[in-house]
């Protein structure tokens, strides 16, 4: 069974900072990962979408990589703002469908 | 383009009360799910549809049902609501989007449902 454990669970950093964050996955035969954004109280919004043959991909102050070897994908962030502050879930495609989740980063950017 | 939609916003139950939760999406996505996130445990998928008249259990299926009505519309259904139940409830739909060489899928999710069973 798969299991994706993001680290870490919680992060506060000052404005400006750039900061990494990790997720990790035990069974490496994966289609895709995917980096969403939730907001309290909101639904998910997908951030990036790196396929299994991709090593990384990049979207304004983001970017994702991808070691499916090691099953490990990191998120980075550049120069963050307090409009980053959010829960980051990473999550792992077996196939052309479902989707196992992380539980979760929460980040707080402070002004 | 509304999106995925979701009705309704709050619930609350009582023990062995059933009801159900709509969803619907207008983005033509031939893929619909149904998760549930709680405290700690992230988000876990109850049900999906991988298409119109196509249903199968994901990783926590009981004391669940769900209907696919037709393409635009996926129904989650608790017959005898239990407090294990008090969750939040996101429905989501997956299309693809065909790339220069590749296909890429990824979900699009509503608000989400927050159900309390007392």
């Known amino acids: 069974k798969q299991e994706v454990t993001q680290i870490p669970a919680a992060l506060s950093v000052p404005e400006g900072e750039n900061l990494v964050l990790n997720c990790s996955f035990t069974?490496?035969?994966?289609?895709?990962l995917q980096w969403f954004r939730q907001d309290p109280g909101k639904g998910l919004t997908s951030l990036l979408l790196?396929?299994?043959?991709?090593r990384e991909q990049t979207s304004g102050r983001l970017n994702a990589s991808l070691d499916k070897s090691s099953g490990r994908s990191t998120l980075y962030i550049a120069a963050s703002q307090p409009g980053d502050s959010a829960t980051y879930l990473c999550a792992v495609s077996p196939g052309y469908s479902t989707l196992t989740f992380g539980k979760g980063t929460m980040l707080l950017v402070s002004p | 383009n509304a999106g995925v939609t979701q009705t309704p916003k709050f619930q609350v139950l009582k023990t062995g009360q059933s009801m159900t939760l709509q969803c619907a999406q207008d983005m033509n996505h031939n893929s619909m799910y149904w998760y549930r996130q709680d405290p700690g445990m992230g988000l876990r998928l109850i049900y999906y549809?991988?298409?119109?008249?196509?249903?199968d259990k994901g990783e926590v299926p009981n004391g669940y049902n769900v209907s696919r009505l037709n393409k635009r519309e996926f129904s989650l259904r608790l017959e005898s609501a239990a407090p294990s139940q008090t969750s939040v409830y996101f429905c989501?739909?997956?299309?693809?989007?065909?790339?220069?060489?590749?296909?890429?899928?990824?979900?699009?999710f509503g608000p989400g449902t927050r159900l309390l069973v007392l």
């Open positions: 790196i396929q299994s043959s991709q």
């Open positions: 989501a739909s997956s299309g693809t989007l065909r790339t220069a060489l590749k296909l890429q899928e990824t979900q699009y």
């Open positions: 069974d490496s035969a994966i289609y895709n």
């Open positions: 549809s991988a298409s119109e008249g196509t249903t």
